[in-house]
T-cell receptor
Framework: DVKVTQSSRYLVKRTGEKVFLECVQD?????MFWYRQDPGLGLRLIYFSYDVKMKEKGDIPEGYSVSREKKERFSLILESASTNQTSMYLC????????????FGSGTRLTVV | RKEVEQDPGPFNVPEGATVAFNCTYSNSASQSFFWYRQDCRKEPKLLMSVYSSGNEDGRFTAQLNRASQYISLLIRDSKLSDSATYLCVVNMGYSSASKIIFGSGTRLSIRP
């Protein structure tokens, strides 16, 4: 089974802090994604990556950046956390080709105070 | 209009009932479709892909109607454990690199 692991289940950060959310997958998948999920809005794509050192903006990239230095790891960075970034963050991966369904990590519930 | 729309529910049905919900999509060029299940405070998990000919997996049946641009999920003989939110997912292209849109989800609650 593909495993996608997110480093933290719950995080509480202060406004203005720099926040790192880590995601690691163990099945050699090329594609990795970061979403946020908010009530009534569904999942919205923040950034995605098709390969090492490659990144593409999703639908709501403002206030976020990403890093993919190794194939298995995709990091989401909140440069200066704000209260409107309080959300559930979900990482997902898929292999190339497809279309395949996503495998999601268990999510990180981030609260910015 | 949202690209993928679902009735948010909640659908509250008795155990053993049959329940169905639809998901409409706006882009006629959409190529592949999925249903995901999400339990409270958990991540979404793939329930089933939706094929043009329709497909069945045990008590679950998924269908695609390209002419009317909707997909459906039918659950027969519902169990308490079916209580969850069901997300409709539409892939606009042929690969996992294509644009993928998630519906906001339909909440299903099965009562004893």
């Amino acid at each position: 089974d593909v495993k996608v692991t997110q480093s933290s289940r719950y995080l509480v950060k202060r406004t203005g802090e720099k926040v790192f959310l880590e995601c690691v997958q163990d099945m050699d998948h090329e594609n990795m994604f970061w979403y946020r999920q908010d009530p009534g809005l569904g999942l919205r794509l923040i950034y995605f990556s098709y390969d090492v050192k490659m990144k593409e903006k999703g639908d709501i990239p403002e206030g976020y950046s990403v890093s993919r230095e190794k194939k298995e790891r995709f990091s989401l960075i909140l440069e200066s956390a704000s209260t409107n970034q309080t959300s559930m963050y979900l990482c997902a991966s898929t292999p190339h080709g497809g279309p395949y369904g996503y495998t999601f990590g268990s999510g990180t519930r981030l609260t910015v105070v | 209009r949202k690209e993928v729309e679902q009735d948010p529910g909640p659908f509250n049905v008795p155990e053993g009932a049959t329940v169905a919900f639809n998901c409409t999509y706006s882009n006629s060029a959409s190529q592949s479709f999925f249903w995901y299940r999400q339990d409270c405070r958990k991540e979404p998990k793939l329930l089933m892909s939706v094929y043009s000919s329709g497909n069945e997996d045990g008590r679950f049946t998924a269908q695609l109607n390209r002419a009317s641009q909707y997909i459906s999920l039918l659950i027969r003989d519902s169990k308490l454990s079916d209580s969850a939110t069901y997300l409709c997912v539409v892939n606009m292209g042929y690969s996992s690199a294509s644009k993928i849109i998630f519906g906001s989800g339909t909440r299903l609650s099965i009562r004893p």
